[in-house]
């Protein structure tokens, strides 16, 4: 199973509270041992990589990642990090070129696309789902054209991480 499909449900759920899947038995892939601050770290790598692959100018929002919990994993050892950001292309016109940049370049970036196509909404805004097993990150990207301004809603998450002996997770 899928880094996103299998995270998203848990950082949904963090987000919401509750969940959008009734398999309460999924479980993230096991990311490694790091601290919270560590995987915070690498994971705004990742989206500085998925901006990188955007290939129009724009902006990105300033948004900072977040912890939550790995479900059915000791809250105080083991976490999740997600990192929610936009991006609004300069022109209106560069959204779907965008869209179809990461499309085309993420595969080539060692990302596997496992779902795209329009989403259920009345808007019917493209999404687009990718992992990377490499660095169990899963990424979950939303055209959203009849914003003001347009943007790409893009949400990164990881798999389950462990921080290391004799530490706690820390939350922010």
Known sequence: MSAFTLAAPFFITALTGCSMTDKESQESPFAG????????????????????LIGVKGRA????????????????THFSVFHPWSFYPAAESDL????????????KNG???????????KNKNTTLIADNDE?????????????????LSIEVV????????GQTVERF
């Open 33 to 52: 041992t790091r601290t919270s601050r560590d995987a915070s770290d690498a994971v705004e790598g990742v989206s500085s990589s998925i901006y990188d």
């Open 61 to 76: 929002s300033d948004s900072r990642p977040g912890v939550t919990e790995c479900s059915g994993k000791d809250a105080d």
């Open 96 to 107: 779907e070129v965008a869209m179809e940049k990461l499309r085309s370049e993420l595969p």
């Open 111 to 121: 990302w596997k696309i496992v779902e795209f196509g329009s989403d259920n909404s």
């Open 135 to 151: 660095n169990k990150t899963g990424v979950k990207i939303t055209q959203r054209s009849k914003n003001n301004p347009p943007k």
């Open 158 to 165: 990881t798999g389950c991480y462990k921080v290391p002996d």
